[in-house]
């Protein structure tokens, strides 16, 4: 059975400091990996996918992912945070066989809280 | 373009009754899923639909849990007899196909407490 592990359930940075969320998984087949980020009172956001292709993944707000198939990883980076970043982030799974029904196994999601 | 939108945003309920959620997906989104957040934890896959049949339901948690999609579009979570279990935020997500690669797009959520 696949799943989710988000080391950190709450992690603190300066504004500025390097930003990294951990989250490892575990699956049977090869996985597509997602984060989500969700800020407060708002739905989930994706923030970037890895599918195919290329392991280190680029999203939105300055985000990257590196697929790290040896070490079941997909880490979420960011090389200076921002006051707008705080957030809570999920990082999640899909099995890749089967073609349709892509529901995603979530991670227990981390808190990210920014410092001035 | 509108996006995922979910009504209503909140319900509070006593212990007994019974709830619809609404669900509106993004226009032309053939895949819709409807997933449960309690406090601290991620979303929690319930119900997949692809058009208007459920192809996976395998996320309920009883019978006393039931989602229809009656023209491809919008969708109802019905809960019956309520329990102060079934406390959290209901997630509905649409995506446009329903493969594995899809970007899902989710609602709001609605917080639906039970009393």
């Known amino acids: 059975a696949q799943s989710v592990t988000q080391l950190g359930s709450h992690v603190s940075v300066s504004e500025g400091a390097l930003v990294l969320l951990r989250c490892n998984y575990s699956?049977?087949?090869?996985?597509?990996l997602f984060w989500y980020v969700q800020y407060p009172n708002q739905g989930l956001q994706l923030l970037l996918k890895?599918?195919?292709?290329?392991?280190l993944v680029k999203g939105i707000n300055g985000f990257e992912a590196e697929f790290k198939k040896s070490e079941t990883s997909f880490h979420l980076t960011k090389p200076s945070a921002h006051m707008s970043d705080a957030a809570e982030y999920f990082c999640?799974?899909?099995?890749?066989?089967?073609?349709?029904?892509?529901?995603?196994?979530f991670g227990k999601g981390t808190k990210l809280s920014v410092k001035p | 373009g509108a996006g995922v939108s979910q009504t209503p945003s909140n319900k509070v309920t006593e212990k007994g009754k019974y709830v619809e959620l609404r669900c509106d997906p993004i226009?032309?989104?053939?895949?819709l899923y409807w997933y449960r957040q309690s406090l601290g934890q991620g979303p929690e896959f319930l119900i997949y639909?692809?058009?208007?049949?459920?192809?996976?339901d395998s996320g309920l948690p009883n019978d006393r849990f039931f989602a229809v999609r009656p023209e491809g579009s919008v969708s109802t979570l019905k809960i019956q007899r309520t329990e102060r279990g079934d406390s959290a935020v209901y997630l509905c997500?649409?995506?446009?196909?329903?493969?594995?690669?899809?970007?899902?797009?989710f609602g709001p959520g609605t917080r639906l407490t039970v009393l």
């Open positions: 997500a649409s995506s446009s196909t329903g493969q594995n690669t899809d970007t899902q797009y």
């Open positions: 226009s032309g989104h053939t895949a």
């Open positions: 890895y599918t195919t292709g290329a392991t």
């Open positions: 999640a799974v899909s099995e890749s066989y089967g073609g349709s029904q892509g529901n995603l196994i």
């Open positions: 699956s049977s087949v090869p996985p597509y």
């Open positions: 639909f692809q058009g208007t049949g459920a192809a996976d």
